[in-house]
């Protein structure tokens, strides 16, 4: 702890289940399935599911006991905007912000040579410090992750998925110079932020205060990306056309090739199969979103844009 830490209380939530070798909620879902599949009998299954959930429970319940205790952000009076509180953006503004943060990403960009484990310590770190500076608490998580979880099967687009009873974490793809940030997403939920909006712009601000080149750009990243994709939308309409767009919006960027590759990467081009699956889970989670007071899906991109410019211009 540095000097401008001292004092500061520090929380220490236990993340067993996101500690253990396997993934509990995967073993609670399968078990009984595989053991059907493999032996012929359900019975070993539903034993092993009993076990699983038991240290799932029980761990969740001493987590939950922990979190009591955290004095969470307080977004719209700290910052002016949250959920319910953003202002427009126009087309124009997006526009400009693209070419910002274009000149800003091809300045600090590094190649991604950090190894995952060492990049979840420090990611966890900065976000850790961003909050604790705001809440006067070191609220201190694990940094594990994982690099399966059936959930990616549920949902092929996300990057990344987040148990929020237990706080197990998995990176479900690599992202190259945006994973920090895919990273630093996942472990604002497990902090206790279980808004996407909310844990997108945590994982932003953190990642720019920290002041590590590799931290930053890919908030930076994560920002151009997200703008390009509205201005593909807008300019171009939904699926298919929309996607070709942004890829087009990359192309004409003046972008370093190392960064080009990488934002073509991230949105990669779909096989009608692949884009009719993608569609309808899609509506099931932007559905699952509104039932739990948020925007839907649309938090991701013009939720964290328009909470950014509000933060930044006083606009909220």
């Not at 991109?301 to 909470?307: A, L, M, P, Q, V």
């Amino acid at each position: 702890m540095n000097r401008e830490e001292q004092g500061v209380e520090r929380i220490r939530i236990p993340n067993r289940v996101a500690n253990s070798p396997v993934a509990l909620p995967d073993i609670m879902m399968a078990a009984p399935f595989l053991s059907r599949l493999l032996l012929g009998a359900s019975a070993p299954g539903l034993a092993l599911q009993a076990a699983a959930f038991g240290a799932y429970a029980g761990s969740a319940a001493k987590d939950w006991i922990r979190r009591l205790g955290v004095r969470k952000i307080e977004f719209l009076a700290v910052y002016g905007a949250d959920v319910s509180h953003l202002p427009a953006m126009s087309l124009e503004a997006r526009r400009a912000e693209i070419a910002i943060f274009t000149r800003k990403l091809n300045d600090v960009y590094r190649p991604m040579q950090v190894p995952r484990p060492e990049l979840a310590e420090r990611v966890n770190e900065a976000l850790t410090r961003y909050i604790a500076g705001i809440t006067g608490q070191r609220v201190e998580t694990s940094d594990s992750i994982r690099s399966f979880m059936l959930a990616q099967f549920l949902f092929p687009f996300a990057l990344g998925g987040c148990d929020f009873i237990s706080g197990d974490v998995a990176i479900f793809r690599d992202t190259g110079i945006f994973e920090p940030h895919v990273i630093a997403h996942e472990f604002s939920h497990r902090k206790g932020y279980f808004k996407e909006l909310e844990a997108q712009a945590l994982a932003y601000l953190a990642l720019v205060a920290s002041d590590e080149p590799v931290l930053v750009q890919s908030a930076y990243s994560e920002r151009l990306h997200r703008q390009l994709r509205i201005v593909a939308r807008k300019e171009a309409g939904e699926g298919a056309a929309g996607e070709n767009h942004f890829h087009d919006l990359v192309d004409r960027a003046s972008l370093k090739p190392e960064l080009k590759w990488a934002f073509h990467a991230l949105v990669p081009h779909l096989s009608a199969v692949e884009r009719g699956m993608t569609v309808v889970m899609r509506r099931l989670y932007d559905e699952r979103m509104r039932l739990t007071g948020q925007n839907g899906l649309s938090d991701y991109d013009e939720g964290f844009t328009r909470f950014l410019y509000a933060v930044e211009n006083g606009a909220a």
